[in-house]
């Protein structure tokens, strides 16, 4: 065998994985694309903040926010993070959620606060604030913007370097158990084998574990759709923050000189190149004329990708306990970027037999909390 842990799926799952792998294992990543970052790693908001997802995605989130600061030398010659303000939003029916959100978010990012009406506006000028619309805030000065397309061939050159391999338009077609391992061959013939075969493949990781004769976790894509707007004539919005309802229902911020928002759509999909439905493209727009005093004539541009999810919201790493050598690294969901580094140093850790990292154990998050053993019935 030329490899020692197959990976399918080169999204930013199977990348970070496979630079830390990488050095210590034989990695080959197979993507079934042309590029890297075809599917949900290339379509997201690139965002990394404490508002999303459980108290293990935020703990995930806390310890991954080193890499993004500081990557190893050589990683990325452009910078693949840098700081910037979520704001939280809340109208008069929002406020308990709003109460709640803080509470949580402060065991993480002890600077947040409550800001007004005044200091939101002048953050974010359009938003729509007053009765009827939102009056109270809470802002985290240190979140981050992530750069996807920086951080995927950061990883890619990582594994490179370290003489593992990625291998784009390698569609993996059939996986079979063989002797001591995985036996995978791809559409185009190319037959692959490894003792270790890492299921990375995002929306398709259900499919994949199928084509193994591994019964499935139930893991849910849902589409989520983006659409670009233009901003009030003349306003440079670079340094505008980040801006999230409480209740998760509309976000928006700022993206290539313009502005991105999403109605915080999550519609079940199959796993697909997905794209934007017309309800959606209008819910957004309408959603980004009821926060903010923007009028949106014009949809500039528009995408969906697919967000992927197990039924506790909780990420999946771990060898499957049916079958020797199949291992998950799945469910991502909506957090699948800022939470990457912490993932692969988990995953890492359990291929590699490895101590479990103490800043994960210290933030409460065990091997047993994401092994896919809690998906599992029967
Ligand atoms: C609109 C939107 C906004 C988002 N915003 C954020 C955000 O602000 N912050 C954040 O952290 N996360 C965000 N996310 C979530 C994040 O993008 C995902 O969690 C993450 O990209 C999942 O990574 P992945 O590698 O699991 O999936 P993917 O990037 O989809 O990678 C899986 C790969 O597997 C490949 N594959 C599938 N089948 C095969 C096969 N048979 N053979 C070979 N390869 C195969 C696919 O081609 C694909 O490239 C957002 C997502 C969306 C859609």
Redesign the pocket.
Known sequence: MESDVLI???????LSLAAALSGQRRVTV????GS?????????????HFGIGNEIVRGLTAASRDFFKQPPDGFSEAPIARTATALFIATEAMLATLDTLEDAMRQHAPGVRRVGEAEMVSLFPPLRTGPGAVVAGIVDADGLR?DADALLQGYARTIRSRGGKVLAE????SVAPQRGGWAVVTDTGDRLAAPILVN?????AD??ARMANVAPLGLRPLR???IIVDPPGGADVAGWPFVKTAVDDFYILPEGGRLAA?PVDEVPDD?CD?QPEDYDIALAAWKVEEYTTLAVPRVQHRW?????FASDRTPVAGFDPRVPGFFWL?G????????APAMAEAAAALILSAAWPEQLAALGISPHVLGPERLIHG
Request: hydrophobic share 45%.
């Open positions: 399918v799926g080169g999204g930013v799952a199977g197979l993507e079934a694309e890297l970052g075809h599917h949900s790693s290339g379509r997201s908001a690139t965002f990394s992530l390698a569609r993996v077609a990375a493949a995002g929306a398709w499919g994949i989520r759709t983006i999403s796993p997905a969906a990708g697919l967000r992927t799945a991502q969901g909506g957090f699948g970027l800022q939470t």
